[in-house]
């Protein structure tokens, strides 16, 4: 709610010294981007519009999370994780097809991208896809553990093979193929590190839960499904982009990231506004004007240069708040739940590990899956188990 009320902030009117005190840099601004600047009262924000539609739709994601979060202390968490497991299976395939060809039913419901750019069925590109697919997928795989466990505490008797398969546990499989085919087709090169940070943050979040014996198999089950997912990928393009992350990757990026430095050095109090990046590098750009900078590549850096430390300190708390809320209930939870906890958080830790050289947090469905996990992380432990 701090979050909130810190963009609200900025879009309050202010006389116009009190302005030009709080915040030089957004009067140095109006008056080289605008004709006739000077207007009695302005708010902190040099486009309030932007900071306005920014404003509702954080207070939409933070609606959903505290809905989620009440709805799911009722149960339903393996019914949510289900309607995620099945989205994926059928997203994944699409957004293949229709990467490759087009497809015009899709079109016409999403549109196509210009200049002949291909997109993956909902997704603009192929950063924000492999964003949404390195939360599912984790997801995915630790309900599909969870539902053996309940499984082994009903029968311990059961043969191996009567708790591990059955249709639910193949179309589970399934879904996490095609993901993962999806994410290495998707040759997206922060996706791919989010993915594998998001999976050893799992690996690690359940080190002390898991026996060798069961872990053996699990990991076996894993490598299969990888193995039958690389059948989707280009291994040629995926070398290439590889090869070409320290060439061409990171080093636009560390130039963004220095174009950006001298906005967060100017607006560092009270942030230019929230959503006023793109604007504001139409002025502090100094590189190459044959593309306009329109996000910072880093989430963090972005934070600071919309927000300044009104905006980045109630993040901080929120952000550190969260870490020990989740830590704690993990160590608490001793039911199956556990496992869809630690899947969750693996895909925040995934999508963060992402945002430190990418921008797809405020994709819409990304932001809505975001929010679905935090709740399913942070719920209750003596919550009803269902």
Not at 350 to 374: D, G, K, S, Y
Request: aromatic letters at 8%.
């Amino acid at each position: 709610m701090f979050t909130l009320a810190a963009i609200a902030v900025q879009l309050i009117p202010l006389p116009g010294a009190l302005r030009g005190r709080l915040t030089p840099a957004a009067l140095a601004y109006d008056r080289a981007m605008r004709f006739g600047a000077g207007s009695p009262t302005a708010p902190i924000s040099v486009e309030p519009a932007a900071t306005l539609l920014a404003l509702l739709a954080a207070a939409t994601i933070v609606l959903l999370f505290w809905c989620a979060r009440t709805l799911l202390q009722r149960g339903g968490v393996r019914g949510t994780i289900r309607g995620i497991a099945w989205i994926g299976l059928f997203v994944s395939p699409l957004a293949i097809v229709h990467h490759v060809m087009p497809l015009p039913l899709v079109d016409v419901m999403w549109g196509t991208t210009s200049r002949g750019l291909r997109p993956y069925g909902p997704f603009v590109n192929r950063n924000d896809f492999a964003g949404w697919l390195i939360m599912a997928i984790p997801l995915t795989l630790a309900y599909a553990i969870a539902r053996l466990q309940s499984r082994r505490r009903v029968d311990e008797e059961a043969p191996e093979h009567d708790l591990t398969v059955d249709t639910t546990a193949v179309w589970l499989g399934l879904a996490g193929c095609l993901m993962l085919g999806g994410l290495l087709f998707s040759v997206s090169r922060s996706g791919l590190l989010g993915g594998a940070v998001g999976l050893a943050a799992f690996g690690w979040l359940v080190r002390d839960r898991v026996t060798a014996r069961r872990a053996a198999p699990a990991l076996i089950a894993f490598i299969a499904m990888l193995a039958i997912a690389a059948a989707y990928a280009d291994a040629g393009e995926l070398t290439s982009r590889f090869e070409s992350s320290f060439t061409d990757g990171f080093s636009g990026r560390f130039a963004i990231w220095r174009q950006t430095l001298p906005v967060i050095r100017d607006f560092w109090p009270l942030g230019s506004g929230a959503g006023t990046y793109q604007s504001v590098m139409v002025l502090y750009q100094t590189m190459s004007r044959y593309f306009y900078i329109t996000h910072a590549d880093n989430e963090g850096l972005q934070i600071l240069a919309e927000g300044g430390l009104l905006l980045a300190a109630p993040i901080a708390v929120a952000f550190v708040a969260g870490i020990v809320l989740v830590r704690k209930r993990l160590r608490a939870d001793r039911t199956p739940i556990f496992w869809l906890r630690a899947g969750a958080a693996s895909g925040m830790i995934a999508l963060a590990a992402q945002n430190m050289v990418e921008m797809t947090l405020r994709m819409p469905a990304n932001a809505v899956l975001l929010a679905i996990l935090a709740a399913i992380a942070v719920r209750d432990v003596d919550a009803e188990d269902a």
